[in-house]
């Protein structure tokens, strides 16, 4: 009799658990997709209570789940990343230079609108992020790398030429040229002018 109650005793203890577990899960992938959608909508910076508040959980699930903001960014920053490289890893990548040039700028302006407030976010948010100093300080790496495999051509330049291009080819450039303000219009830096101010950086 007693070892019947205390295997009912255990079980009902590890079924306790597993909610406890279940519900924590779900309040930390609540808390990540609010912080998510804040700075999507245009919240670049949203607070602990703002997040805490759109998740429908206590402030203290932040601290609980992440440690703290510093820990929150740095999981949101790996959803970002991870959606943002495989954006920019697509596209057509044949043709000739002028035809592969075309392609990278447009995929690029894809690429920014989708992702372009959470680039704004990071620029915001890094200087008092050391997470979000090293990501975007990844991000400039891998895009670089990235537009090598477009343009193999780049690794031909001198260091002075290649910094220019891979200045024109930025998120901040790219504002400049489709000349937008932060949560306006659509990015429109994939045309033959844009184009041309690459092309322009390229030629001898």
Not at 1 to 20: F, P, Q, T, W, Y
Not at 57 to 82: K, N, P, Q, W, Y
Request: one cysteine or more; hydrophobic letters at 35%; a negative charge.
């Amino acid at each position: 009799m007693k070892s019947d109650i205390d295997r009912k005793s255990i079980v009902s203890s590890e079924k306790a658990l597993d909610g406890r577990t279940t519900r924590g899960e779900r309040n930390r992938q609540a808390l990540l997709d609010a912080a998510y959608d804040l700075i999507a909508e245009g919240n670049l910076a949203p607070s602990s209570q703002e997040i805490a508040q759109r998740a429908g959980v206590g402030l203290r699930g932040i601290f609980r789940h992440f440690g703290d903001m510093e820990g929150l960014r740095a999981a949101l920053d790996e959803r970002t990343t991870s959606q943002g490289a495989a954006q920019f890893a697509s596209g057509n990548r044949a043709g000739l230079f002028r035809e592969r040039l075309l392609h990278a700028v447009e995929q690029h302006a894809v690429a920014y609108e989708d992702q372009g407030n959470f680039f704004r976010a990071m620029q915001i948010n890094r200087w008092n992020s050391e997470v979000l100093r090293k990501s975007y300080d990844r991000d400039n790496h891998r895009l670089r790398k990235d537009l090598e495999d477009w343009l193999p051509e780049l690794k031909s330049l001198s260091p002075h030429r290649r910094e220019a291009v891979d200045t024109a080819a930025s998120f901040e450039a790219c504002v400049l040229y489709a000349g937008i303000s932060s949560g306006g219009s659509q990015f429109s830096c994939a045309g033959p002018g844009d184009c041309q101010i690459w092309t322009d950086f390229y030629a001898d």
